[in-house]
Structure formats: C-alpha cells, structure tokens
C-alpha cells in the first residue's frame, strides 16, 4: 500500500506557463474547477500578493511553496520570503542553475554555504527550503574528484535546513534510479516532482502514471524518505491544464491504493 502525504497533490505552475501567461487568475481558477487543490509557484503573474491570496482562499487552494530565482535569492531575500508567507506558502525552493552561473567544485560548495544561510534565515521566518535538481548535477564535476554537484550539495548543507526537491524524472533522465536515490535521502526530501517519462528515445515528460516509471517503487521510496507535498510538473506538456489534471487523477488513485 502507498501511504501518501496528509496534503493534497499540488501543480508546479511552470506546467501551465503559457496559459498562466495570458491570464494568471483565470488559469487558477480553471485548475481549481478540474479539481487541483494545491499549487506550487513559479512566479505570481504580475498579481499584487494580496489580491493573489484572496484568490486561493475563494477557490480553496492550498501553497506547497514557490520557486524563487538565484536572483532574488541573492538581492531580494527579505521580500521573497514575506511574499510566499503572506500566500501561505510552506516552502520556498531554488530550482534552477543558469548555465553560466555553473561551476567546478568551487562553485558547488560556494552555493551549499548559500543554501545553509539562506534557510537559516528561512527558518526564522517559518519557512523550509530545498534545492530542486535536474539532470546536470549528477555529472561528474572536472575537478570533484569524482563528486557531483549533487553529491557536494548534499554533503555540505545542513540536513536540518536544506531539503531536496526530488524530480524523479530529472533523475530518471540522468540515468539515477529515483526509488534508490530518495531511499540515500531519507529525511531530506519535503518535496517531490512527478513527472513521466516516454518510452522512445528522446525520453520526454509525460503526465505521471502515463509513462514507463516504476511508481510502485518510487512513491513508497517517497513516504519513506518524508515527502511532505507530491508536487505534479511537466516541462513541455501536450496539453498544459489537462495534462496537470490527468496527473493529479493518476496520483490520488495510487494514493487510494
């Protein structure tokens, strides 16, 4: 039997971007209407933060947390947190390294010592952080001496502070087993990312439950590991609301299970 998390399956809006795009409110609101219950941030939309609020609390949608930018991790700090507070959000989350800000093992342990300060002043707030992966972290770094930027990322944040964002399928791609890879972070996972993969080999995003991961294996691996929030995403859906939707039915049904 799956033993899911008490909260309700949330949507990375990142999913429904380009319908977000054109009109943020509305794009909740017909979330809502298909039966999602949580969201998980991405920006807000250009909507003031309490007019944002007032929406969730009419439509009865709960915050997972928000994606915040390295940007605003670095210059807006203060502000960044009382924004995802006052949307009663849990958890706020660095979930992206540009591809010029990327280093050696230098820059690895620099951005672990970040990720300390910036959730030990997260804390103080009320607020957990993680770090969200894709697939270029498990590379071996060139002067790691075998270590990842995964691995130094672990290793050198303090478990009490800094969670990791799981992305099964980011893992899955890097070619990481991700039932094994939460069964090594026990305790450390608040957050998982569920999103499929195709069979072919291009080897895209797919609504979870619709592709070829073993989610037998990797949601008790999830539970076990502490996952707080099941957070749905695709990248680069078909069909961005219906695709979301499609995976929260998917994912409640295993959770009956």
């Not at 890879?181 to 305790?187: A, K």
């Amino acid at each position: 039997m799956i033993v899911s998390p008490e909260n309700p399956v949330a949507v990375q809006l990142y999913t429904v971007r380009e319908a977000a795009r054109d009109d943020f409110p509305g794009t909740l609101r017909r979330l809502a209407e298909g039966g999602a219950r949580a969201v998980e941030f991405a920006g807000y939309g250009g909507m003031p933060i309490p007019d944002l609020r007032a929406l969730l609390d009419e439509l009865g949608m709960r915050v997972s947390g928000s994606h915040v930018p390295l940007t605003a991790w670095e210059g807006q700090l203060d502000a960044t947190l009382a924004d995802i507070i006052a949307l009663g959000g849990e958890y706020a989350v660095v979930p992206f390294v540009p591809v010029e800000r990327r280093g050696g093992a230098p820059f690895a342990r620099s951005l672990a010592a970040d990720l300390n300060r910036w959730a030990a002043t997260a804390k103080q707030a009320g607020l957990g952080v993680a770090y969200h992966h894709h697939d270029f972290e498990f590379v071996p770094l060139p002067d790691g001496d075998g270590d990842t930027l995964f691995d130094i990322l672990v290793q050198e944040t303090d478990p009490d502070l800094v969670g990791i964002e799981v992305d099964v399928y980011w893992a899955a791609h890097a070619g990481v087993d991700p039932a094994r890879l939460l069964g090594e972070l026990q305790g450390r996972v608040p957050l998982l990312h569920l999103k499929d993969m195709a069979a072919g080999p291009e080897r895209t995003d797919l609504p979870a439950g619709e592709g070829i991961l073993r989610w037998d294996e990797i949601l008790p691996a999830a539970s076990a590991a502490g996952a707080r929030w099941w957070i749905v995403e695709q990248d680069n859906p078909a069909d961005p609301i219906a695709d979301a939707l499609l995976a929260i039915r998917n994912v409640e049904g295993w959770s009956r299970r």
